[in-house]
């Protein structure tokens, strides 16, 4: 009995990850996407205004400093770890 539960476990969690829809959005030269996407709006993450990057890119604190001479609290995702206010400088 058991081994029958985890084999509809298992089941269901490769039926979920195959839930996969074609992006509705389109390229700069009106191609359609060709990425998948598991969004309810059917848009790939980069037609999709509301995605946000978790892993693409790290949010990181800002290690700059203020004029105060304290650490500067703004989180960036530059490469260069610093803020818009420290990257003008
Ligand atoms: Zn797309
Ligand atoms: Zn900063």
Known sequence: MKKITLSVVALTMTMMSFGQTQCKGLTKDSVECKNTTKTE???????????????????????????????CKSKTKDVSGLCHNHRKN
């Open 41 to 71: 709006v059917k848009l790939c993450h980069i037609h999709n205004p509301n995605h946000v990057v978790l892993s693409d890119q790290t949010t990181v604190v800002c290690s700059g400093t203020t004029k105060k001479n304290t650490k």
